[in-house]
Nanobody, 126 residues
Framework: QAQLVESGGGAVQAGGSLRLSCAASGRTFSNYTMGWFRQKPGKEREFVAT???????QYSSSVKGRFTISRDNAKNTIYLQMNSLIAEDTAVYYCAVATSYSGFGLYTREPFYDYWGQGTQVTVSS
């Protein structure tokens, strides 16, 4: 059974940094586009970043320049380096993988993704 497990969340002060990890198990995801989404309290889940098999990336406008998505295929893991955090970044962060679509595409919408992690909480205090 394929599984994604996020880690690295926690509480941090505004201006600080966190690095989230998403480890995949059960199957190899190196041939697929993967992404990060987040859900703020009382809001719908939203796109954060995505990365293709060739490490092309795309970010939401709210995090571009502050967050960096990367992948280590040897470890079957993706990362989200989050710098200059602000209170508005407080959310549960989810990683996901799109196994039914080309690994060369950048996907910003949830329906493209078919495997999801359980989420990790990030809390930024101002």
């Amino acid at each position: 059974q394929a599984q994604l497990v996020e880690s690295g969340g926690g509480a941090v002060q505004a201006g600080g940094s966190l690095r989230l990890s998403c480890a995949a198990s059960g199957r190899t995801f190196s041939n697929y586009t993967m992404g990060w989404f987040r859900q703020k309290p009382g809001k719908e889940r939203e796109f954060v970043a995505t990365i293709t098999v060739r490490t092309s990336t795309q970010y939401s406008s709210s995090v571009k320049g502050r967050f960096t998505i990367s992948r280590d295929n040897a470890k079957n893991t993706i990362y989200l380096q989050m710098n200059s955090l602000i209170a508005e970044d407080t959310a549960v962060y989810y990683c996901a993988v799109a196994t039914s679509y080309s690994g060369f595409g950048l996907y910003t919408r949830e329906p493209f993704y078919d495997y999801w992690g359980q989420g990790t909480q990030v809390t930024v205090s101002s």
